[in-house]
Nanobody, 115 residues
Framework: VQLVESGGGLVQPGGSLRLSCAASGFTFSRYTMNWYRQAPGKERELVAAVSSVGGSKNYADSVKGRFTISRDNAKNMVYLQMNSLKLEDAAVYYC?????????WGQGTQVTVSS
């Protein structure tokens, strides 16, 4: 299993970023995919999840209405569109899949929100 995130960067408050995660090494279309984030000194938290065929999406309360998770099963990709970014959204964002009783993580992509 390999998960490779991209798309992080520096953005001003109110700005937008789109994170991408390229997945390989497993049957992508069979699994729920997740985005987590971890800020310095804080625990890793689930931000958003999308079911295997994309019909069900769930979000942390802190990002509802601002973030949108999506996936493209033909490309083995999962995305996180982040709008109206706030200072508190700054974190390392990780792509995740739980498969065969094990969590798999990407290397993470840094999102910095600063004026």
């Amino acid at each position: 299993v390999q998960l490779v995130e991209s798309g992080g960067g520096l953005v001003q408050p109110g700005g937008s970023l789109r994170l991408s995660c390229a997945a390989s090494g497993f049957t992508f279309s069979r699994y729920t995919m997740n985005w987590y984030r971890q800020a310095p000194g804080k625990e890793r938290e689930l931000v958003a999840a999308v079911s295997s065929v994309g019909g069900s999406k769930n979000y942390a309360d802190s990002v509802k209405g601002r973030f949108t998770i999506s996936r493209d099963n033909a490309k083995n990709m999962v995305y996180l569109q982040m709008n109206s970014l706030k200072l508190e959204d700054a974190a390392v964002y990780y792509c995740n899949v739980f498969r065969s009783s094990q969590n798999y993580w990407g290397q993470g992509t840094q999102v910095t929100v600063s004026s």
